[in-house]
């Protein structure tokens, strides 16, 4: 992991300090709120339905077990709304009542449910609490600055988080380790003077393996590492994807970039993009809308910024070898103890054990542990998806169990997925059962990772103020559905994706199964869309999922499932005992079967009520 300068933490700590005495002059009166807003935006602090909720930034992912414990203690402590504030969102929530269950699903309702003390993990691999009351802001802030941490750039329209691969450095696919750019590029850009205030939030993913496990076709600008025909390292370079209202798919506009110059291409795509970006509608404000409506007048500019920055500016951003050799110095990989002389015994005896004496264990490794770039290690995720919880969230509890399981298995490093759950990323392969039988007791180790219950969702309306519909209960109400794990099994891997507005915070678009919530004469109503991918080998091709049919009610949308993987099941082929993923049976058959089938649910629903 990247290790902070003395710079790097007096910079952190100074910032946490500034931001209190912002916080005590706003509550003294003595800064306005319209005033105050923009200073905690930039310091990740929204205003929510009923709180404020504070966005923890993690760049490309990486978290220590030490900083675990203090996110942990964040939950505990301070994630704790006044119990009147409390009683009154509970109330507001129970108002809108459950959304009912079909027979299928077992009859009954499910209700909304609002819980503290927890932080959720959310798809650009950050940290989120929402019931931090805002005059304890300022002490989370100090908090989690004496362990490198913070909500800087985590909001307003500046560049964002970068995000990456959670499997970045361990990859067996890796081309080069992005890790390093990744973390130059943070520094590149955190507080940049020219890129404060862009016309719209900026957000950047970078991959250096061959399967885009990072969604970079969905970004502002997604980066590939590639090498040339004669093995020179670069970059190549995607700009203007994004989703929410007017989903775009990234258009490459280098195929290739040398490494050391990818700060000074950037700052000529992000210059154009602050010099014509939109800035008299929010809505489209984005760089995906600049590149769609100009095309190749926008390359052009940015080639034309480029040789500038080059031949006039001096090209100041260059990235030279030193400079990238002191920061790849924290990205060495951990001197971890493995006898090689046993370790192919050991791991033939583990998968042994696992297909005939434990059907559990085994599709925890199938499904939950993947390969390595070191023989001897694993790559093991932490499941956060199980009924009763919402996808994502983390109770204080379970961050310091993550904790603990990183300190013994994983060198005391884990990572944020764009999944929403956690991966150890250096876990001896004779240490798997281990890990295992503590994962399980901590409720961490349900095989389920890729399958329809790993879905991702956003809080939807029973926290965010801008949402149309809530997400959690369709959530809850699918995952006690397919609880059953020979059944979710059969029917394999599926990415269920749910947004509680256009916004798309859940990637709806990028699901192959998508639900968003939409409001309909006051009430919630949600859009199903199918087809849709997220770029990785699994997905294909990066794709908007299509519409099918009207709106249906909360209470519809689990039988439209149900009805989207019978109609799966139907048309599946099966080949040497190999079933057709239901992503390439959609493709196949086309569209027509499923949306039949989703629009009779609908009527059969109609009709039983």
């Not at 970039?257 to 795509?269: D, F, G, K, M, R």
Request: hydrophobic residues 40%.
């Amino acid at each position: 992991m990247y290790q902070y300068t003395e710079f790097d933490q007096q910079f952190v700590k100074l910032r946490a300090a500034q931001y209190r005495d912002q916080l005590e002059r706003n509550l003294a009166g003595q800064l306005a709120d319209d005033e105050f807003l923009p200073l905690r935006l930039q310091n990740g602090w929204y205003i929510q339905r009923y709180a404020p909720m504070l966005r923890v930034a993690v760049p490309y992912g990486e978290v220590s077990s030490t900083q675990l414990r203090v996110l942990a203690r964040i939950a505990r402590e301070y994630d704790q709304p006044q119990d009147a504030l409390f009683a009154q969102a509970r109330a507001t929530q129970d108002a809108l009542g459950a959304v009912p269950l079909p027979p299928s699903y077992g009859g009954g309702a499910v209700h909304s449910r609002l819980t503290k003390g927890y932080g959720h993990f959310t798809t650009r691999q950050n940290v989120q609490f929402n019931w931090i009351p805002l005059d304890k802001s300022a002490d989370v802030m100090e908090l989690l600055a004496s362990v490198h941490m913070h909500g800087i750039q985590t909001s307003g329209n500046c560049i964002r988080n970068i995000t990456s691969d959670e499997r970045a450095g361990i990859a067996v696919d890796e081309i080069a380790d992005p890790r390093p750019f990744a973390e130059i590029m943070r520094q590149w850009s955190t507080l940049h003077p020219e890129f404060a205030f862009l016309p719209r939030k900026f957000k950047i993913a970078i991959s250096g393996a061959r399967e885009d496990r990072a969604a970079t076709a969905w970004h502002d600008v997604g980066l590939h590492l590639v090498r040339s025909s004669d093995g020179e390292l670069g970059f190549r370079v995607l700009v203007g994807g994004g989703m929410g209202r007017t989903p775009v798919i990234a258009t490459v506009i280098r195929e290739f970039l040398p490494w050391h110059q990818i700060l000074n291409y950037l700052e000529a795509v992000v210059r154009v993009y602050n010099r014509w970006g939109r800035r008299d509608n929010k809505y489209k404000a984005r760089i995906k809308i600049l590149v769609k409506a100009e095309g190749q007048r926008y390359i052009d500019e940015v080639e034309a910024e480029y040789t500038q920055i080059l031949e006039q500016d001096g090209a100041p951003h260059t990235i030279s070898q030193a400079e990238l050799d002191r920061v790849s110095a924290s990205f060495v990989p951990p001197a971890l103890q493995c006898d090689r002389k046993t370790a192919d015994a050991k791991i033939a005896h583990i998968l042994r054990a696992a297909a005939e004496d434990d059907v559990e264990f085994g599709r925890w490794l199938e499904q939950n542990v993947a390969a390595h770039k070191n023989p001897d290690l694993r790559a093991v995720t932490l499941s956060f998806k199980r009924l009763g919880q919402a996808p994502g969230d983390a109770t204080a509890e379970q961050l310091e169990i993550a904790a603990d399981l990183a300190e013994q298995f994983s060198a005391g490093e884990a990572r944020v997925t764009h999944d929403q759950n956690l991966l150890l990323p250096w876990v001896r392969c004779d240490a798997l059962p281990e890990l295992w039988r503590a994962a399980r007791k901590a409720g961490l180790a349900r095989p389920n990772i890729r399958l329809l219950t790993d879905m991702i969702a956003c809080p939807g309306g029973d926290f965010c103020s801008l949402a149309n519909a809530r997400s959690l209960p369709l959530a809850e109400a699918i995952t006690a559905r397919f609880q059953d794990l020979d059944e979710l099994h059969d029917l394999g891997e599926i990415d269920l994706h749910i947004s509680g507005c256009i916004n798309s915070c859940g990637h709806h678009h990028s699901g192959h199964i998508g639900i968003l919530g939409v409001d309909k004469d006051g009430k919630e109503w949600y859009q199903i869309t199918l087809g849709g991918s997220d770029g990785s080998t699994l997905s294909g091709a990066p794709a908007a999922g299509k519409v099918v049919g009207p709106s249906f009610s909360a209470a519809e949308v689990p039988e439209v499932i149900e009805a989207v993987l019978d109609t799966y099941r139907e048309q599946r082929e099966v080949a040497e005992g190999r079933r057709e993923s239901f992503i390439d049976t959609l493709r196949r058959v086309g569209l027509e079967p499923f949306k039949a089938a989703a629009n009779a649910a609908r009527f059969d629903n109609a009709q039983a009520a």
